[in-house]
């Protein structure tokens, strides 16, 4: 992972945003790896946890991944995660093009990484992860798709970002986590 970090550090094409670099994946015990968009300011690269903020609160998004999780029996402190971009994005319009540039180290973390199961949150992670061009998010939402990163092929499975501005954040992925819960047993 150093030289992976070593190349999230000096990668220029997004120009000169602030990134994630030693702790760009989160490490849990679980065989399950969440994949989010892009880090926020004041999210995990200041507080150095997933889902908390530099207080040490647990931010809205990861408390209903919280509640989601604790269907298949994991906390957020259980799971692996990473984003897709791996520069602090200040204009949303930018996001896409910078998922682009990170797509190479994305999969080469990914596939020097052990985890089984990924689970994209949202547009973004889904296209980038997929590699298509998504019209309709529901239409791949719950549905497993096995996906080659280098020598090792793992299970994506799209979920609904848990925002709390998502109408389907928390309802939307139920029956996606009772299903991991098989998974994982």
Request: overall charge positive.
């Amino acid at each position: 992972m150093n030289n992976i970090s070593k190349e999230i550090e000096n990668c220029k094409l997004c120009g000169d945003f602030p990134k994630l670099t030693c702790n760009s994946i989160k490490l849990g015990k679980s065989r399950v790896l969440i994949l989010g968009e892009s880090p926020a300011k004041d999210g995990w690269i200041v507080s150095g946890r997933a889902f908390y903020n530099s207080k040490g609160q647990l931010q809205a998004s990861g408390k209903i991944l919280q509640k989601l999780l604790s269907l298949c029996d994991l906390t957020i402190d259980d799971i692996n995660f990473t984003e897709c971009c791996k520069c602090i994005i200040e204009d949303r319009k930018t996001l896409s093009a910078c998922m682009n540039n990170c797509k190479d180290i994305l999969f080469k973390q990914i596939g020097s990484f052990d985890c089984d199961i990924i689970l994209p949150m949202g547009l973004y992670p889904t296209q980038t992860i997929l590699g298509v061009k998504v019209e309709k998010l529901k239409d791949y939402v719950g549905k497993e798709f096995k996906v080659n990163f280098g020598a090792t092929e793992k299970l994506v499975i799209p979920i609904y970002h848990t925002s709390p501005a998502n109408p389907l954040c928390y309802k939307g992925n139920v029956e996606i986590f009772e299903k991991l819960k098989k998974y994982l047993n």
